[in-house]
């Protein structure tokens, strides 16, 4: 990454005189850049695998965050995606869970948990916080990630973000709203969907000088 100019060591515009160099290496990822490739390891359909992101390109992806395997609202989150993988699947779409928890744990609360055992897509393990910390879900005292949720298209650029105190769950329903959007507009090019968009079929509009102080 470039230097981040008029930035003191913690990365804002504060100008603080902090000893510490800002790390350059770290990436907080934007709507629309590119985002770089990364690779780690997964439990799938039972086994360990080792996966990078160039392994998803030419399909979307979404990267959702959560904050440890064997607590609370993380396998009701987990459980209702699970319940809509199929949905996700037909709109061309994977997904990966990620926690801090390393493989083997993701495999144990598989084999424990009712909800969690419903899940068949990719749970990816980033027990350095590496991940987390490149997409800033990370929290550095607790060593876990925030609620964190990314859509990336299938050129890898990031098309959508979402981020939850670790105390409100997500809903899957809303996260398939905005990939269908995010894949409309995608494929028609100046159209843009507005409030209440759910779908295929539903209005859009389609910005210009026309409709300035008409909406």
Not at 13 to 33: A, K, T, V, Y
Not at 121 to 137: K, V, W
Not at 187 to 208: F, H, R, S, Y
Request: aromatic letters at 12%; glycine letters at 10%.
């Amino acid at each position: 990454m470039g230097n981040i100019e008029n930035k003191g060591a913690c990365g804002s515009d504060c100008g603080c005189s902090c000893d510490e160099e800002w790390n350059d290496d770290l990436f907080f990822p934007l709507i629309g850049e590119e985002i770089p490739n990364f690779e780690g390891q997964i439990f799938h359909e039972e086994s360990f695998k080792d996966v990078q992101l160039t392994d998803y390109r030419g399909k979307w992806l979404i990267l959702f965050f959560y904050p440890a395997d064997f607590t609370f609202v993380c396998p009701t989150e987990l459980e209702d995606l699970a319940e809509q993988y199929a949905t996700f699947k037909e709109l061309g779409a994977e997904i990966l869970s990620i926690s801090t928890d390393t493989v083997y744990v993701h495999k144990a609360w598989h084999d424990h948990s009712d909800a969690v055992r419903k899940v068949t897509y990719p749970m990816f393990a980033d027990p350095t916080g590496e991940l987390s910390r490149m997409f800033g879900t990370y929290i550095e005292d607790e060593g876990i990630s925030l609620r964190g949720t990314f859509i990336i298209d299938p050129d890898g650029v990031l098309q959508s973000v979402e981020m939850n105190s670790n105390a409100i769950g997500r809903n899957s329903g809303e996260l398939l709203r905005k990939l269908r959007a995010a894949q409309f507009v995608r494929e028609n090019g100046g159209e843009v969907c507005p409030a209440k968009w759910t779908k295929k079929g539903d209005k859009t509009l389609t910005p210009g000088i026309d409709l300035v102080g008409k909406i």
